[in-house]
């Protein structure tokens, strides 16, 4: 739970942060150097966590397709920032929950309650709310 927290934190302030920074910034350029942010952050991280920078074969192509999809969805996102206000931008974006969900069901196999319908109802209403 408190990794969530931290993520919440940091992707919070700096979604707020990029405002600020994309009136010298392109989004290209903010993009860029979040991908160096990451790379600053993980190395080390990695080299604690295994003492080595070797990846399994195994995984590695789904991996490098996840890093794609990320990086592509990091861009449309700082891209939306430079059109959109913040607030919008963030609630909007927060969509993408909608879609976790419904793959999860779909190749997962996890079960659709009830609960969840409604959490996906009530995510859809909120920003909705939030981008009147």
Do not use: C, D, R
């Not at 993009?31 to 790379?39: K, P, S």
Request: charged letters at 5%; aromatic letters at 10%; glycine letters at 8%.
């Amino acid at each position: 739970m408190a990794y969530l927290l931290g993520y919440i934190l940091f992707v919070g302030v700096a979604s707020f942060l990029m405002k600020f920074v994309m009136k010298s910034l392109n989004a290209y350029q903010v993009n860029l150097l979040m991908a160096l942010g990451m790379l600053i952050i993980t190395i080390p991280a990695l080299w604690f966590y295994q003492k080595s920078f070797k990846f399994p074969q195994e995984g590695l192509a789904l991996g490098i397709g996840t890093g794609l999809l990320m990086a592509a969805g990091s861009l449309l996102f700082v891209l939306s920032l430079s059109k959109l206000p913040v607030g919008l931008a963030s609630a909007v974006s927060t969509s993408y929950i909608v879609v976790v969900v419904l793959l999860s069901v779909l190749f997962l196999h996890e079960p659709l309650s009830l609960l969840k319908i409604l959490g996906i109802l009530l995510t859809v209403a909120g920003v909705v709310i939030l981008s009147l």
